[in-house]
């Protein structure tokens, strides 16, 4: 029930990519938290990536982590440019959301931590009206500075599934100092609180097909832009890694 049937991890400029699928690696996520195992998942983008390069007590705490997940058509790009592909891009966002319909089919608890005041609250009516077999044992806005009361919730609570959706790097820091007080399912997801509510609107079919959400978010929100810097640098260091040999 551990890495059965896994392929062994790529490395993408020192950080260890699952090589996996979705149905795989979900069903893998079922199973741990059907027998409460304490589980860590890091859905990493380039952006992650180079953060990690930069800061090292941040890479030394995302490979602590059970499992890093390519969240980000760049790590599936770099993957290639290695000559050691990954199978596919496994969207954190999609994979929340399926973790909510199971949860919901299974009777699971779920505890929700991240976005603002007014979006966590529009969350709890979404998910109690959307996935009403999971119970949410809990919920809290992202901005905390003393995480006490969140952690003496969940750790009272005992949920099946605890979503971070804070940003990195805050989200993964908060879950490896607090990972032990649950058996649950922790994972970091960004801005998938806001995406679920409407409060930002994902990119169209279309365009995730092509892969271009990113483009679609730049469009949408041009004070991103000067985040796309990162994508050449990542790409440059990940040419560097093949010409190098590793």
Do not use: C
Request: glycine letters at 8%; hydrophobic letters at 40%; aromatic letters at 10%.
């Amino acid at each position: 029930m551990e890495k059965q049937s896994q392929k062994k991890p790529v490395s993408i400029l020192g950080i260890p990519f699952e090589n996996t699928n979705q149905e795989q690696f979900e069903s893998l996520l079922k199973q741990r938290i059907d027998h409460h195992k304490n589980t860590f998942v890091v859905t990493a983008n380039p952006e992650i990536v180079m953060y990690a390069r930069q800061n090292r007590p941040y890479e030394v705490l995302i490979k602590k982590a059970d499992y890093i997940i390519a969240d980000g058509i760049g790590i599936i790009i770099g993957a290639k440019l290695l000559k050691d592909p990954l199978q596919e891009r496994i969207a954190g966002y999609d994979l929340f959301v399926s973790l909510l319909e199971w949860g919901s089919q299974n009777h699971k608890s779920a505890y929700f931590v991240g976005a603002k005041t007014e979006v966590i609250n529009k969350l709890r009516e979404i998910v109690t009206q959307k996935y009403t077999g999971l119970k949410i044992a809990g919920t809290h806005n992202g901005y905390f500075g003393d995480d006490r009361n969140i952690v003496g919730d969940i750790a009272r609570t005992q949920p099946d599934m605890v979503f971070v959706a804070t940003g990195f790097p805050k989200q993964e820091a908060f879950i490896d100092k607090n990972r032990q007080i649950s058996d649950s399912l922790w994972m970091g997801i960004g801005g998938s609180f806001d995406v679920l509510t409407g409060t930002v609107k994902r990119a169209p079919k279309s365009w995730q097909k092509m892969h271009l959400e990113w483009l679609y978010r730049v469009v949408k929100e041009p004070s991103r832009i000067s985040r796309l810097s990162v994508l050449p640098r990542y790409l440059m260091a990940v040419l560097k890694e093949r010409l190098s040999g590793r």
